[in-house]
């Protein structure tokens, strides 16, 4: 089973939490399934959820190059040299992020409100960033925008492979069907050559005497 989600803002990518806390199991009432990758609980959108071990590993491992494709709403206007730093990869201390596409895009007209809204300042006008990554470390877009000067006040996801939110409403989810990508289907069963026949056994003949 594979389920497509959309994580609403502030809900926890898990399905039990403390007291108070908005969880998974508010939104999808489907027992044995598992996130394969995760949101933090402050980012919103495209969630894919399985209850195939192995499959869960697979699409979260970033081997498999499985693209993610984020919308960032950022603080501030991003130049064409903020946007190349991004491409390039950025230097977070603890690591150096991959190359990656990067680029400024309209605010979408499909998007939903946001309860509570972002916080705005009146004298900084805010922007639309896509990035496309291969890999997901804790919380890096929003480290990648703040290194390159303009923080990330909205964070959604809005694809995972060619699997996309498709209309969803926050809250909503539905199963999908059909063949998993190629990057992300078990390799076959190698093929062991059962047993061999003998070769007859032959006997020569002694000659009389």
Known sequence: MLILLNKPFNVL???TG?????TLAECLPVPGVYAAGRLDADSEGLLVL?????????????????????????????????LARLRAGVDLGDFVTRPCAARRVDEPAWLWPRNPPIRERKAIPTSWIELVL???????????????????????RVQVGDWTLGGLAPGEWREQAGPLPPALRAPAEPVRPGPQPSAPRTFARRPRR
């Open 13 to 15: 990518c898990q399905f």
């Open 18 to 22: 403390e007291p108070g806390q908005r």
């Open 50 to 82: 399985t209850d195939d071990g192995l499959l869960q590993k697979r699409i979260a491992d970033p081997r498999h190059k499985l693209p993610k494709t984020y919308l960032a709403q950022v603080e501030g206007i991003p130049d064409e040299a903020a």
């Open 134 to 156: 291969r890999e997901g470390k804790n919380r890096q877009v929003r480290r990648m925008t703040a290194k390159v000067g303009f923080p990330t006040l909205r964070l959604i």
